[in-house]
């Protein structure tokens, strides 16, 4: 496994790290040993870095990945955790700084820590931008100064509202998730913003929350149909050759040496073993440029995500 600073935080993150969101069970049931399991092969295996929120399967994830630390030192892993958003609709979404304070106490108890790493507004597109700026993240420094937090970012779909936030105020790092894999790279475009501003590059989802993998998406999954389909068929492709999409697509997430770490999940240690183990191997060159080339007409196709004024 190799390691990268993520921004100006000191933190040394491992290049592939784990999301914890399939620990909530947000893309199939799942077991709750063997997702603890998935977690300590994971940490055994040289990942460091583990993000979690409590949106994931409505705190289910949190309390779960709490289990599964208690057995862990605490100085074997960096923890990232978030607050504002709560459920799928419009008004499960809180970024005042009232609530933002109470929900980080909540999932310092839920995760059995003292202090979370790292604390993420959560999906920021969903709130108001100048309240994220002008209220969320100065109360989340007065937690920062408490020590119940090391350090404070933000997350969220389109590069845009990252960016702004990144802008306007001094933010430790950023994730993105769904532009920096096989069929997206929107991502590598903004690296030169981010790096000025000195913020660390978090890039999540790599399998394209299962538009690269054999299984698919699942059924709430926001992608258009043409996306869903050429990735589909870029899967196809790879079985007929004998080789895995989720390989290739993990493999590629890790080639961009600016983004500090890619999130990958799931509750089957099976998976979080593949994916360490393909990390360390050579990508298929012959096979990446077959798959590039059937992904091209959807390359960087996204969708809108919260308020039209943040996309
Ligand atoms: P992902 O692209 O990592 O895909 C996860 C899906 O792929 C799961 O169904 C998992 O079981 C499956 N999978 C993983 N490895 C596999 C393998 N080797 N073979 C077959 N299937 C495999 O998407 P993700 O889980 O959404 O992203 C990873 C993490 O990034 C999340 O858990 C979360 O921590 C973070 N994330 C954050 C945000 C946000 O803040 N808004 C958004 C997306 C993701």
Sequence with gaps: MQYRGLGQTG??????????????????EVDEAESIRAVHISIERGINFIDVSPFYGLTKAETVLGK????????KYILATKVGRYGQEMKDFDFSAGRVTASVDESLKRLGVE?????????????????VIGETIPALRKLQKAGKVRFVGVTGLPLAALRTVVEATPIDAILSYCHFELNDTALADLVPVFKKHRVGIINASPLGMGLLSNRGTPAWHPAPEAVKEICARAATHCRARGASIEKLAVQYSLTNPDVATTLVGSADPKYMEQNIACAEEPIDQ?????????L????????PSGRGENN
């Excluded at 604390?119 to 309240?131: K, N, P």
């Design 11 to 28: 933190l040394k993150v491992s290049t592939l790290s784990f999301g914890a969101s399939s620990l909530g069970g947000v893309f199939h």
């Design 68 to 75: 599964a630390l208690k057995a862990i030192g605490r100085e």
């Design 115 to 131: 202090h979370v790493d790292l604390i993420q507004a959560h999906d920021i597109e969903f709130g108001s931008l100048d309240q």
């Design 286 to 294: 012959a096979l990446l440029a077959e798959v590039l080339a059937i």
């Design 296 to 303: 091209k007409p959807i390359h960087n196709v996204t969708w």
